[in-house]
């Protein structure tokens, strides 16, 4: 089997005047097409690197990483990236926000104009496209965030802690719609969270990893036995979910 | 979302509110034209009463006879336009090429570094001690003058914009380079608007700069404009033409503030 991401034994170490910091000594991690991933760990252990090496933003120290059979940087387009606040553009229109990857990109073509119009549609945005962000609620701005991401038809999702900026209330209503926007789309998820409740919630497999230089201390497949069709909010009510959250934590080994 | 309701149906307390808060700004205003007022007459009453000496302090009405023989000369808007011109191509100038500048140095992190020192020295020095540099280099005239316009606003100018593009959030930056912006790409989509009303902001303050820039210019080159006319008047002591000249100028520095005002009212309309 073959798989859609392959993360082959990564290394970074950053430079800084006062000496080298270890961030990542050595991840490895296989992902097929369709998972959900998520990745927890202590807070400043790198998993923001990680995803950025994915992303190919910033150049691992050591290692590689192979999606879709090529190197990543090559293939920027196959992966989006959704960042920790929506970062829409208060001087532009929700359009001109979600046109920007494709603007960027040089890919202002009738067909993918058709494709953002539908996505717009789709997610129920269509009749705000001309108002500006501040006029938006914060789910609606987070949809419109993803709506940028999707324009771009990446094959791979990376969420960087994308719902911390919102309160509770938004933010298990906004990982709600998020779920289902990429189980609809069928995209593949990396998720980097520090929320253990959301990712047992959301992934289909979670990494856990160490304190930096960070490596994997373990890895799980969450198996919920949901009633429903699974939702991030049904995963709440299984009952496996307690078992995992405990589990998770005392990994975690949290001292404050 | 956020809009207001139409108010169709309003509360009495709605209406008490909305009353006070005008009532409020209706006595601002009469308030303000009061203090104007008073502040004439008591000069005029002064001057008639002669209580203050008329020929050093002026009065109301020989400034307006001022300017009217001013005006009957053909003088008046020849020297008002004159300042006029050199004040905007002074203030415009200086907030584009600051700007430009500000864009090399933002380009360029090696550049910065290397002028960071000078444009320092340059900022604090008094470029009004330049002026005679100036006249020397480019002659007793309009260009002179403008020059040192440009001088004193240009620096502040350059360091207030270079520091609104650097300070433009990184994670902004980050978001279009996941798309896989260029340098060019990330100034032209994140930088420069982002940063729209830092250089509309300096803008607003270079027109005060250029105005004390042309001012002093006028003084020194001493052929023609408003700052002529005041430094004209105060050595043949005629103080009613520099009085006249000082309110004229008030007006004229007023009213390109407000255009500005308004100009960025306009290029920042979509920022809500």
Redesign the interface.
């Known amino acids: 089997m073959s798989y859609i991401v392959e993360i082959k034994n990564i290394g970074m170490n950053y430079q800084s005047p006062n000496g080298e910091i270890p961030a990542i000594a050595d991840i490895s991690m296989n992902i097929s097409k369709g998972e959900f991933i998520c990745i927890v760990g202590p807070s400043g252990c790198g998993k923001s690197t990680l995803l950025s090496i994915i992303?190919g933003?910033v150049k691992p120290s050591c290692g590689n990483i192979v999606i879709n059979g090529g190197r990543s940087g090559e293939c920027?387009?196959q992966?989006?990236?959704m960042?920790?606040?929506d970062?829409l553009?208060?001087?532009?229109t929700i359009l001109e926000n979600v046109m920007?990857?494709l603007?960027?990109?040089k890919a202002l073509t009738p067909e993918n104009r058709e494709y953002v119009y539908k996505l717009l549609d789709t997610y129920g945005l269509s009749e705000f496209k001309d108002k500006?962000p501040?006029?938006?609620?914060g789910g609606m701005r987070q949809r419109a965030a993803m709506i940028r991401t999707l324009a771009?038809r990446p094959e791979i999702l990376l969420l960087d802690e994308a719902f911390s900026a919102l309160d509770y209330q938004t933010r298990l209503a906004v990982t709600e719609d998020i779920y289902y926007i990429i189980k609809k789309e069928n995209k593949t998820a990396i998720m980097v969270t520090h929320d253990i409740a959301e990712s047992i919630s959301m992934a289909d497999r979670i990494f856990v990893l160490t304190g930096r230089p960070s490596s994997i201390r373990s890895e799980h497949n969450i198996l919920l036995s949901c009633n429903d069709v699974r939702t991030p909010f049904n995963s709440r009510e299984a009952p496996e979910f307690r078992h995992y959250f405990n589990l998770i934590w005392k990994e975690l080994d949290v001292h404050v | 979302m956020f809009k207001h309701k139409q108010e169709t149906n309003l509360s009495s307390e709605r209406l008490e509110y909305l009353k006070s808060k005008k009532r409020r700004k209706v006595s601002v205003l009469v308030t303000q034209i009061v203090i104007l007022v008073v502040f004439f007459a008591q000069w005029e009453i002064l001057a008639r009463l002669n209580i203050v000496d008329s020929f050093i302090t002026s009065q109301p009405s020989r400034i307006v006879n001022t300017i009217i023989n001013l005006y009957r000369e053909g003088q008046l808007f020849h020297h008002i336009g004159i300042t006029c011109w050199e004040t905007v191509v002074g203030f415009v100038a200086g907030t584009v090429l600051g700007t430009l500048i500000a864009v090399v140095l933002w380009w360029s992190e090696f550049l910065s570094k290397v002028l960071e020192p000078y444009l320092v020295i340059l900022n604090s020095l008094p470029k009004i001690a330049l002026g005679p540099i100036f006249i020397v280099w480019f002659g007793a005239g309009t260009t002179s003058i403008i020059i040192i316009a440009l001088a004193i606003s240009i620096v502040v100018s350059i360091l207030e914009v270079l520091n609104g593009f650097m300070a433009t959030d990184e994670e902004q930056i980050k978001l279009v380079k996941t798309f896989g912006a260029s340098r060019f790409q990330v100034f032209t989509k994140v930088v420069f608007p982002a940063n729209l009303p830092v250089i509309i902001n300096s803008l607003k303050v270079n027109v005060g700069l250029s105005w004390v820039g042309v001012i002093v210019g006028e003084f020194l080159v001493s052929k023609s404009g408003l700052g002529y006319l005041i430094v004209y008047g105060g050595q043949v002591f005629k103080l009613d033409l520099v009085m006249a000249s000082v309110i004229i100028l008030c007006i004229a520095a007023g009213i390109m503030y407000q255009a500005v005002v308004l100009l960025q009212k306009v290029l920042i309309k979509k920022h809500i």
């Open positions: 992303a933003l920027l387009q992966v989006g990236y960042l920790q606040k970062f553009f208060e001087w532009s920007l990857g603007d960027i990109k500006y501040s006029q938006l609620s771009l």
